[in-house]
């Protein structure tokens, strides 16, 4: 088998060929499905390898004093001899994995093989095709968990322990001062203890990060910015913990843990940062100062990791391996999110080289995952997640013409910001359309609703709206993650839908919508992908007119940031940023394009929501979206170009388009707000509903945008191209 290994001397790493481990009594044998780099504690040791012997011993004065007592007690040449071959030999790297158990030693009883496990520990889970990990560093990953997200495990344990050192309290507001790893984990860990966190950082990207996964505010340490946002939070008092999770050899973290902490607070050390403490400092303020070690109790002592003699319960509550499993649920229940930290996945045949661009600064990562032979888009949690475009042969009973005269009822399911600016004031002012009735969770945004567009009615009985059999079309407006189920449930009921984007958020809810058009027979259907209908876009696609060969689009969207509390921001309830609007994009490109894509690729870079997502189409052509929040303001949102067959289209916002062929054609420039193509939808969709024709998009293509959306999410996971599937 191959392991990842380092010659602490030469610093030299290599991926070697050893033997396989035998599978001992009292642990399993694990074959790796992907390893965490910790980006701070193993690049510390990696980088600690390339020094000179002067700087090694500089670096770690422990190891020197352990040299000089034994030179006092061997003498100089065979203190000299050991350490010699002490440095001059491979050491492993690694402490954090998931795999598959492959056999299952004697005394082993809670899992079998075949089985996937989160491992612990820098002698047993290491970066290495095999490991033997005995039972008590070891801990099942809950069902439905990506293996590539259980490799966090012991990382996350490690944040865990420091969480708890310090004690936290609803209501209370802590100081996280390092923003890598540990620290972005530790911020999740806080904030779901019901903790205001205020960040600490000097990289911008963290900061955001941090904020994207709930801390109140981030800034420089040498700013202003986290002093006057711990002054507001805490009326001037002070935060309740700081949590060490910085490294280095500054002294700059104890120094504003003092400043920045109340009267008697806790300070506690997680990372490995200089402490020389202030001892005024810290003597007038009475603060308590604590070590956080490892991954918990049982941590170093040979008899529970090696022997598996766990600690009872009820004496010790969270073990070293209680701990593990706590974090692996947090993370299965979406309460800890571990997706945006990974900043880069690499073949582990690539260690070597990875491990030379994180020390060379070449890839800037907050996390990075080696993934193994075997362990590819289609093998592992790709397979599982990557989605199928299968659209169910149905035989759909057309509803017929309506009478000349009579109006298509509509019902509103949801009132909120998008429906009452850019729905509905195109659907109030339309001949033929009856605003019947709104449905809100909420009596007052129905009442509202009601007033200002004038529904019949206005309730909050879902179920009343949905057995109305003289509501034509029902439009589902709601909040991402119910998006699904209401679709489902408005098909069933016989209507025809208009849904927003997203139309599902998982392979599951796609299958659950299907599965209701199979059942009901009715595939009256369409998602809110607007763009396709813009009249500058149309008239620009008709001029560029048809191709013979593969063409190449690419989509520049500057999605911009957030404000903060945008519900955007809860992505372990409503999807990622991308999910929720990227079908947008994939749909205009395949619209453009006259096809569905077979295959999609995303990348993201490290410490923000950026995404570059590469669609490729049957015919070759292939659209490359660059979806970014960190673009200036004053740019454009959408430019996209189109390049085939000896001619260009540009689109600009919305505001302008040109056609470059033989002869130029650029359009002249709007002159009211932008036109994105929903009246024209609308129009198009209240048209099929009243005549009985066909919907403005057909169910294949909106299931192929949606399935390649999700598509995003798989190809972060797994690292490798996601291939979409197709039936009928």
């Not at 003092?258 to 009267?263: K, P, S, V, Y």
């Not at 999609?600 to 659209?623: F, I, K, M």
């Not at 420039?669 to 057909?698: H, I, S, Y």
Request: aromatic share 6%; proline share 5%.
């Amino acid at each position: 088998m191959k392991q990842v290994v380092q010659n602490y001397k030469s610093g030299e790493l290599a991926v070697l060929d050893v033997p396989v481990p035998g599978c001992k009594p009292g642990g399993v044998l694990v074959r790796s499905a992907f390893s965490l780099i910790s980006t701070g504690t193993e690049l510390m040791k990696v980088s600690e390898a390339g020094m000179s012997m002067l700087g090694k011993a500089r670096s770690r004065p422990d190891q020197v004093a352990k040299v000089m007592q034994s030179v006092a007690t061997n003498g100089v040449p065979a203190t000299y001899r050991k350490v010699m071959g002490k440095l001059d030999s491979y050491t492993p790297l690694g402490y954090s994995l998931c795999g598959v158990v492959e056999q299952v030693g004697a005394g082993v009883d809670d899992v079998k093989v075949g089985d996937l496990v989160a491992c612990a520990g820098n002698e047993h889970a290491l970066h290495a095709e095999l490991n033997w990990v005995p039972k008590n560093l070891y801990a099942p990953v809950p069902d439905g968990l990506a293996p590539s997200h259980a490799a966090f495990g012991t990382v996350g344990s490690i944040a865990m322990q420091g969480v708890r050192q310090g004690e936290p309290q609803l209501g209370e507001v802590a100081l996280v001062i390092g923003l890598g790893l540990i620290g972005q984990l530790v911020v999740q860990l806080l904030t779901a203890s019901g903790v205001r966190v205020v960040g600490a950082d000097p990289d911008p990207a963290r900061c955001e990060l941090a904020e994207r996964l709930g801390a109140v505010a981030c800034g420089d340490p040498a700013s202003a910015a986290v002093e006057t946002a711990v002054a507001e939070l805490t009326g001037g008092h002070g935060v309740d913990q700081v949590y060490l999770a910085a490294g280095g050899g500054s002294n700059q973290p104890v120094e504003l843990a003092a400043r920045l902490c109340r009267d008697r607070g806790r300070v506690v050390d997680i990372g490995k940062c200089r402490l020389d403490l202030p001892w005024n400092a810290y003597y007038e303020k009475e603060l308590d100062v604590r070590f956080s070690r490892s991954y918990g109790p049982g941590r170093y002592d040979p008899e529970y990791e090696l022997e598996g003699r766990d600690y009872p319960i009820g004496y010790v509550r969270w073990t070293e391996r209680r701990n593990l499993a706590c974090f692996l649920d947090l993370v299965a229940r979406d309460k800890v999110d571990v997706e945006p930290l990974v900043s880069h996945i690499a073949d582990f045949d690539d260690a070597v080289e990875t491990y030379q661009r994180l020390k060379d600064g070449d890839l800037k990562a907050v996390a990075v995952l080696f993934r193994y032979p075997g362990q590819t888009a289609g093998k592992t949690e790709a397979e599982a997640v990557a989605p199928a475009v299968t659209v169910p042969a149905v035989n759909v009973q057309r509803s017929p013409a309506r009478a000349a005269g009579t109006p298509v009822r509509l019902a509103f399911i949801g009132a909120g910001n998008y429906a009452t600016s850019m729905l509905l004031p195109h659907l109030s002012a339309r001949d033929g359309v009856e605003l019947s009735t709104v449905v809100t969770t909420t009596a007052l945004s129905a009442a509202n609703a009601q007033r200002k567009f004038g529904f019949a009615q206005a309730t909050t009985d879902l179920d009343a709206v949905l057995g109305d059999k003289s509501i034509d079309a029902v439009f589902v407006v709601t909040r991402h993650s119910s998006h699904a189920d209401l679709t489902r449930k408005a098909l069933l009921a016989g209507k025809a839908v208009f849904v927003e984007k997203p139309l599902a958020l998982t392979e599951d809810d796609l299958s659950g919508v299907l599965a209701a058009v199979e059942e009901s027979g009715n595939d009256r259907l369409q998602v809110g992908f607007n763009r396709r209908f813009a009249p500058l876009l149309q008239e620009a696609k008709k001029r560029f007119g048809a191709r013979t060969g593969p063409a190449s689009l690419r989509y520049l969207v500057n999605a911009g940031r957030l404000d903060h509390g945008s519900w955007y921001l809860q992505q372990g309830t409503e999807g990622s940023r991308f999910a929720g609007e990227g079908g947008h994009f994939i749909d205009t490109a395949s619209w453009l394009l006259d096809a569905d894509p077979v295959s999609v690729y995303a990348v993201a870079p490290s410490g923000n929501e950026d995404l570059q997502v590469v669609l490729r189409y049957p015919d070759g052509s292939t659209a490359a979206i660059s979806y970014v929040t960190t673009g200036a303001a004053g740019f454009p949102k959408e430019t996209l170009d189109l390049v085939a067959d000896g001619k260009v289209l540009q689109l600009d916002d919305f505001v302008r388009a040109s056609v470059y062929d033989r002869k130029r054609w650029v359009s002249s420039r709007l002159p009211k707000a932008r036109d994105k193509g929903q009246n024209a939808e609308l129009a198009a969709f209240v048209k099929a509903v009243r005549t009985g024709g066909p919907m403005p998009v057909p169910l294949e293509s909106l299931v192929a945008t949606t399935a390649a959306t999700l598509a995003v999410q798989a190809g972060l996971a797994g690292g490798a191209p996601v291939t979409l599937a197709r039936a009928r």
